[in-house]
């Protein structure tokens, strides 16, 4: 394949005209099939300029996640190094398992333009229109128990948040268990699933939703996009990129130092901790101070008893 050292090329002289000649040689091909190649690059949304006498000058890049594009000089030890991108599929979450069941390495992701049926817990669909957002599913094979999986969904989170606030500057608060806010609304969302057989972990999953630049009237009215909390649009291969980069920073982190750096980096993310709350269980409701999380992600609650109850399962809905 030819444009893959074309656009290397291209990208390593940014700003600088590149000549034919010295791409037909960099190839091995003529300078007709050259040219050939850069019309079907153009095609696939790049700006190229072309200028006589001094060649080609790569000005610009489609707005898509490709493997071509979020591997370029990627700077990850895991996460990343083998990328799996469609333009749209059912649920980058299908394709991570039977990925991941047919052997595929720890660190490999599967990304996604659009999903049909993107999925978020309790059996929620995820709104995942074409472009506008960031959907991304996460090959992992840690060393843990199978007690210990609910501590991956934390560490997930702070790498999210950190990839959020690094790429655009926006601070997004962590919502137990699982959900990303800005200014009180979801922006964000994971889905952590398994596959174990008695105390062995297989392998796990995380999926990862961003609302990027969706605009609001296609969003649920508690949601919101970081586009929309911004006032413009956010350059989604930057975070995406960025995404990749801090998820492997923040998994490094957790297998060689363990889930205590983790949490604290959770609770600097956690707005809710020390505020009242409803938590929706099984059957019922509990009300009280959020006070922490354990080292499995448990949420501990002191009730109006003043009772320290441990939460293993639920949903926050209120926040006062």
């Known amino acids: 394949m030819m444009e893959e050292p074309?656009?290397?090329?291209?990208?390593s002289r940014q700003g600088e005209f590149v000549s034919g000649e010295e791409l037909s040689r960099l190839v091995g091909v003529s300078r007709t099939a050259i040219w050939k190649e850069i019309?079907?690059?153009?095609?696939?949304?790049y700006k190229i300029l072309a200028q006589p006498h001094s060649g080609y000058q790569l000005v610009g890049i489609p707005d898509r996640l490709t493997a071509q594009e979020l591997t370029w000089n990627l700077a990850t030890r895991r996460i990343g190094k083998r990328i799996h991108a469609y333009d749209t599929t059912d649920s980058t979450m299908d394709i991570a398992h039977r990925l991941a069941a047919a052997g595929e390495p720890e660190g490999s992701v599967a990304v996604a333009e659009g999903q049909g049926k993107g999925r978020g817990r309790m059996g929620r669909t995820w709104i995942s229109p074409k472009g506008k957002g960031i959907y991304a599913s996460f090959i992992l094979r840690p060393p843990l128990q199978l007690s210990e999986v609910s501590s991956i969904t934390l560490m997930a989170a702070v790498g999210v948040a950190r990839a959020i606030q690094k790429a655009t500057a926006l601070k997004p608060e962590i919502k137990w268990p699982n959900d990303l806010l800005v200014e009180g609304r979801k922006v964000a969302g994971i889905l952590t699933e398994l596959n174990a057989e008695l105390n062995r972990i297989n392998y796990i999953v995380i999926g990862v939703g961003i609302n990027v630049n969706t605009a609001k009237g296609h969003l649920p009215a508690y949601a919101t996009s970081l586009a929309n909390e911004l006032g413009s649009r956010v350059d989604r291969l930057e975070l995406a990129r960025t995404l990749l980069v801090q998820f492997d920073r923040t998994y490094a982190e957790f297998l060689e130092q363990g889930i205590e750096p983790i949490?604290?980096?959770?609770?600097?993310?956690?707005?809710?901790?020390?505020?009242?709350?409803?938590?929706?269980?099984?059957?019922?409701?509990?009300?009280?101070?959020?006070?922490?999380v354990d080292r499995n992600g448990a949420l501990l609650?002191?009730?109006?008893?003043?009772?320290?109850?441990s939460v293993s399962a639920g949903e926050v809905l209120v926040v006062r």
Do not use: C, M, P, Y
């Open 6 to 11: 074309i656009l290397n090329a291209l990208k």
């Open 39 to 45: 019309e079907k690059l153009r095609a696939e949304g």
């Open 263 to 292: 949490l604290d980096a959770w609770r600097g993310f956690a707005g809710f901790l020390g505020r009242r709350i409803r938590v929706a269980l099984e059957g019922r409701h509990l009300d009280g101070q959020a006070v922490d």
């Open 301 to 309: 609650v002191r009730t109006d008893s003043g009772l320290v109850e």
